[in-house]
Protein backbone atom coordinates (compact mmCIF):
# COMPACT_ATOMS: atom_id res chain seq x y z
CA UNK A 1 0.00 0.00 0.00
CA UNK A 2 1.19 3.32 -0.58
CA UNK A 3 -0.09 7.12 0.20
CA UNK A 4 0.44 9.40 -1.69
CA UNK A 5 0.45 13.59 -0.51
CA UNK A 6 1.47 16.21 -2.70
CA UNK A 7 2.18 19.84 -1.90
CA UNK A 8 4.01 22.94 -3.97
CA UNK A 9 1.16 23.93 -5.94
CA UNK A 10 -0.02 27.82 -5.35
CA UNK A 11 -0.61 31.24 -7.77
CA UNK A 12 1.62 31.91 -10.32
CA UNK A 13 1.85 34.24 -12.97
CA UNK A 14 2.29 33.72 -16.55
CA UNK A 15 5.81 32.73 -17.56
CA UNK A 16 6.52 31.49 -13.37
CA UNK A 17 7.43 28.54 -12.60
CA UNK A 18 6.70 25.84 -9.46
CA UNK A 19 7.95 22.55 -8.26
CA UNK A 20 5.50 20.32 -7.31
CA UNK A 21 6.42 17.48 -4.73
CA UNK A 22 4.77 14.12 -4.22
CA UNK A 23 5.60 12.83 -1.19
CA UNK A 24 4.82 8.66 -0.59
CA UNK A 25 4.57 6.72 2.68
CA UNK A 26 5.40 2.50 2.08
CA UNK A 27 8.45 0.89 1.11
CA UNK A 28 7.44 -0.05 -2.27
CA UNK A 29 6.84 3.31 -3.97
CA UNK A 30 10.71 3.18 -5.36
CA UNK A 31 9.30 0.07 -7.40
CA UNK A 32 6.29 1.86 -8.90
CA UNK A 33 6.06 4.11 -11.98
CA UNK A 34 5.11 7.61 -11.35
CA UNK A 35 2.99 9.93 -13.43
CA UNK A 36 1.15 13.48 -13.12
CA UNK A 37 -2.38 14.64 -14.17
CA UNK A 38 -4.30 17.23 -13.62
CA UNK A 39 -7.43 18.34 -14.09
CA UNK A 40 -9.24 21.66 -14.91
CA UNK A 41 -12.82 22.68 -14.20
CA UNK A 42 -15.14 21.06 -16.50
CA UNK A 43 -12.18 18.70 -17.93
CA UNK A 44 -11.26 15.39 -18.06
CA UNK A 45 -8.29 14.54 -16.27
CA UNK A 46 -5.05 14.87 -18.05
CA UNK A 47 -1.44 13.07 -18.44
CA UNK A 48 0.90 15.35 -17.87
CA UNK A 49 4.30 13.32 -17.28
CA UNK A 50 5.35 10.39 -16.25
CA UNK A 51 8.46 8.19 -15.03
CA UNK A 52 9.87 4.67 -14.46
CA UNK A 53 10.38 3.41 -11.13
CA UNK A 54 13.95 4.13 -11.65
CA UNK A 55 13.10 7.85 -13.23
CA UNK A 56 15.66 6.99 -15.80
CA UNK A 57 13.02 7.27 -18.30
CA UNK A 58 10.47 10.05 -18.59
CA UNK A 59 7.00 10.78 -20.98
CA UNK A 60 5.14 14.60 -21.46
CA UNK A 61 2.32 15.44 -22.77
CA UNK A 62 2.97 17.14 -25.67
CA UNK A 63 1.43 20.69 -24.01
CA UNK A 64 4.49 20.21 -21.50
CA UNK A 65 7.15 18.88 -23.51
CA UNK A 66 9.84 21.34 -22.87
CA UNK A 67 8.32 23.34 -20.24
CA UNK A 68 7.88 20.37 -16.90
CA UNK A 69 10.06 18.34 -15.57
CA UNK A 70 9.56 15.13 -13.79
CA UNK A 71 11.84 13.27 -11.30
CA UNK A 72 12.34 11.44 -8.73
CA UNK A 73 14.19 10.91 -5.31
CA UNK A 74 13.82 7.11 -4.10
CA UNK A 75 16.25 7.31 -1.17
CA UNK A 76 13.82 10.32 -0.08
CA UNK A 77 10.20 8.48 -1.38
CA UNK A 78 9.16 11.92 -2.77
CA UNK A 79 8.39 12.34 -6.75
CA UNK A 80 8.56 15.97 -8.30
CA UNK A 81 7.59 17.59 -11.41
CA UNK A 82 9.49 21.14 -12.18
CA UNK A 83 7.25 23.27 -14.21
CA UNK A 84 8.86 26.40 -15.97
CA UNK A 85 6.94 29.10 -18.35
CA UNK A 86 3.79 28.32 -17.06
CA UNK A 87 0.96 29.49 -18.96
CA UNK A 88 -2.98 29.98 -17.90
CA UNK A 89 -3.91 26.87 -19.58
CA UNK A 90 -1.68 25.41 -17.22
CA UNK A 91 -4.08 26.00 -14.49
CA UNK A 92 -5.69 22.53 -12.86
CA UNK A 93 -5.33 20.64 -9.89
CA UNK A 94 -2.50 18.44 -10.41
CA UNK A 95 -2.08 14.37 -8.84
CA UNK A 96 0.49 12.26 -8.29
CA UNK A 97 0.04 8.78 -9.34
CA UNK A 98 1.94 5.65 -8.31
CA UNK A 99 1.64 1.88 -9.39
CA UNK A 100 3.17 -1.75 -11.54
CA UNK A 101 2.06 0.68 -15.06
CA UNK A 102 3.33 -0.99 -18.45
CA UNK A 103 5.26 1.50 -20.62
CA UNK A 104 3.37 1.62 -23.48
CA UNK A 105 1.06 2.87 -21.01
CA UNK A 106 2.51 5.53 -19.09
CA UNK A 107 0.11 8.12 -19.84
CA UNK A 108 -2.76 5.94 -18.87
CA UNK A 109 -4.80 7.01 -15.52
CA UNK A 110 -6.53 4.18 -14.69
CA UNK A 111 -3.22 2.09 -14.97
CA UNK A 112 -2.43 3.63 -11.50
CA UNK A 113 -3.28 2.17 -8.76
CA UNK A 114 -2.54 4.91 -5.48
CA UNK A 115 -3.49 8.52 -5.83
CA UNK A 116 -2.60 11.59 -3.88
CA UNK A 117 -5.24 14.15 -3.34
CA UNK A 118 -4.62 16.85 -5.71
CA UNK A 119 -2.60 20.65 -5.17
CA UNK A 120 -4.20 23.46 -7.17
CA UNK A 121 -2.29 25.26 -9.74
CA UNK A 122 -3.37 28.55 -10.65
CA UNK A 123 -1.33 30.32 -13.26
CA UNK A 124 -2.82 34.62 -13.94
CA UNK A 125 -2.26 36.00 -17.00
Known amino acids: QVQLVESGGGLVQAGGSLRLSCAAS????????MGWFRQAPGKEREFVAA????????YYADSVKGRFTISRDNAKNTGYLQMNSLKPEDTAVYYC??????????????????WGQGTQVTVSS
Open 51 to 58: TRWSGGNA
Open 26 to 33: GRTFSTYA
Open 97 to 114: AAGRVPTSRSNESNEYSY
